[in-house]
């Protein structure tokens, strides 16, 4: 499958969302609403400024959960779809690694009322930083593992593009696995996460996300979130990740960028993939691996309400 790399993979922003560059001119944007249900984006205008994007996404209250033992704990819910509809708050989250949540960490995410965790490290990585498998079972959580990477992290390319690239090319058949997995009946609400919540989460979830129509730049915007989160001038991110993945010295700070444009560029890659004239782009690709439409149905109507999202995440809906 063929496929460029994009010309400017620059990082987005990091430190917080203040520090984002290009934020000074919104023009475009003025019609995306207030930040907390990015409802002017029904119609899909004023999508071209992803800087000011980024700001709007990240700005969106109960965006980001503060859960002790995590850096890059997220909802994804507000995001408009292309038919009018958005994605509802409280049933898809993202996240980094579990392993440092403490007892009260873990029954805060409890109460969040998750039928999935979505585990996408390798088999090292959860030996070396295990989840609190049984505090999130006991509240009704079924914890799925599926390697994104396989299990053999030496034979990934160096760059984080050959990387993205290695996955949509590679491993088609797991990121299926992951949403085959969300989509299955009562599989939401659910927690998508890895080591850092960055790269294979957020493929997954961009495959999620456009899967019910999520416009690519919103799912790009989503994406460099993690720039803001995992930045390593405000946060022990690399000796956290470094730690939970046993990579060490390899994990370098280029390898914590999250720019927008690598995510375009997946999406693009991805809708290569034709699986015949009548079905292509993503659910095409999805289908190519072994999601059926029945499944993808089921993700939307799991996933999407229509009209204006007035389930916002309230403050007080956020743990502590």
Wanted: proline residues 5%; hydrophobic residues 40%.
């Amino acid at each position: 499958m063929a496929g460029s790399h994009p010309d400017d993979l620059t990082q987005a922003g990091s430190g917080d969302l203040g520090d984002l560059g290009g934020l000074d001119d919104l023009g475009g944007l003025d019609d995306l609403g207030r930040p907390g249900d990015l409802g002017g984006l029904g119609d899909l205008g004023g999508l071209g400024d992803l800087g000011g994007l980024v700001q709007i996404v990240g700005a969106s209250p109960g965006r980001h959960l503060p859960v002790s033992g995590t850096l890059n704990f997220r909802d994804v819910g507000g995001y408009p779809t292309a038919d009018g509809g958005v994605t509802a708050w409280r049933r898809l989250f993202r996240s980094d690694g579990l392993h440092r949540l403490g007892r009260r960490a873990a029954a805060e995410i409890g109460a969040l009322g998750l039928r999935t965790v979505l585990d996408l490290r390798t088999s090292a990585e959860a030996q070396i930083a295990p989840s609190p498998l049984d505090d999130l079972a006991s509240g009704g959580a079924l914890t799925m593992h599926v390697s994104l990477i396989g299990d053999d992290l030496d034979a990934l390319p160096p760059s984080l593009a050959e990387i993205y690239d290695f996955i949509v090319d590679r491993r088609g058949t797991a990121i299926a696995a992951a949403i085959r997995s969300l989509a299955r009946p009562g599989g939401l609400p659910g927690l998508v996460h890895c080591t850092a919540g960055k790269d294979r989460t957020g493929i997954v979830v961009a495959f999620a996300l456009a899967a019910v129509g999520v416009p690519d730049q919103v799912i790009a915007a989503d994406y460099a979130l993690s720039s803001v989160y995992l930045d390593p001038q405000h946060t022990p991110a690399i000796g956290r990740v470094q730690e939970g993945t046993g990579l060490g010295d390899r994990l370098t700070m280029a390898l914590l960028a999250s720019p927008p444009a690598l995510m375009m560029h997946v999406l693009a890659r991805a809708r290569e993939y034709e699986v015949s004239e009548q079905q292509g782009g993503i659910a095409g690709y999805l289908a190519g691996h072994g999601v059926t439409c029945a499944e993808l149905t089921a993700l939307r109507s799991a996933l999407v309400t229509q009209g204006r999202n007035t389930a916002r995440a309230d403050e007080s809906d956020v743990p502590r």
